[in-house]
């Protein structure tokens, strides 16, 4: 007769981490139903400390990766690469604790995100563009929407830069994934002085209404990325033959 292998300890690891994850979203349910809170996906798991896909797939709830992509993510013509087409505008919110509303619109397509804290997303996306001013850049940013994953592919072509924005349904299953696996959401190519002067521009917006400690406040597991932003300001004014204003640092 044969004899039962011990358990791999891994496999033990594993599935002693699922059930106290389990646990606590069954304690965060206790916990919104006795203060008479909304037990919708969201507050449960930011209560219970989970990624909102860990609910989605032992729930029973409607599963967004398995709906069609929001209107918000919307396609333009310049969606198959087109030329550089000079206007950007790019804009940063903090929208909620730990919730951040991003929104890039170009000539002729325009796509919004709403970022969570599980990454320092807007800090990332600074240091990508920094990459820009390396030769042959390629750069990747990845957004955790809770459950979809958003990856920028910054590409540098001469003076402009590619950028291609992919979702993909679970940031939990798509790390490592091919870009041409996520479905491309929003695509353009322009010049790298014009983009890195609008994202330049939205995080200093976003320190002067919020400063450090205020920004800290909402989006909790992260500062603001000072440093970051300061070397993209810097290699800004010192690489590009920027036309436009630019605002000092805030202190």
Not at 89 to 111: H, K, M, N, P, Y
Request: aromatic share 6%; charged share 25%; proline share 7%.
């Amino acid at each position: 007769m044969s004899q039962l292998s011990p358990t791999n300890p891994l496999t033990q690891a594993r599935a002693d981490d699922s059930a106290l994850r389990r646990r606590r979203v069954l304690k965060a349910l206790d916990d919104l139903v006795g203060d008479g809170q909304p037990t919708s996906v969201s507050p449960v798991a930011r209560v219970a400390g989970v990624n909102r896909s860990l609910i989605y797939r032992h729930s029973g709830a409607d599963d967004p990766a398995q709906q069609q992509p929001s209107p918000r993510y919307r396609l333009g013509e310049n969606s198959q690469g087109g030329g550089m087409t000079g206007r950007i505008e790019f804009d940063w919110q903090l929208s909620g604790t730990g919730w951040a509303t991003c929104r890039i619109v170009d000539a002729t397509a325009e796509a919004t995100y709403e970022v969570s804290y599980c990454t320092d997303a807007l800090a990332d996306l600074l240091h990508g563009l920094a990459g820009m001013y390396r030769p042959d850049p390629v750069e990747r940013v990845s957004f955790d929407l809770e459950p979809a994953e958003i990856r920028w592919v910054l590409r540098g072509i001469g003076a402009g830069v590619d950028v291609s924005i992919h979702r993909f349904p679970d940031m939990s299953t798509s790390f490592g994934v091919p870009d041409a696996d996520g479905a491309v959401s929003w695509r353009s190519t322009q010049p790298r002085s014009r983009l890195v002067h609008a994202v330049i521009g939205a995080a200093q917006k976003v320190l002067q209404e919020h400063g450090e400690a205020g920004y800290k406040a909402r989006w909790v597991r992260f500062p603001f990325p000072v440093a970051a932003l300061q070397d993209l300001l810097r290699l800004h004014l010192s690489n590009d033959e920027c036309d436009q204003p630019h605002e000092p640092l805030a202190p």
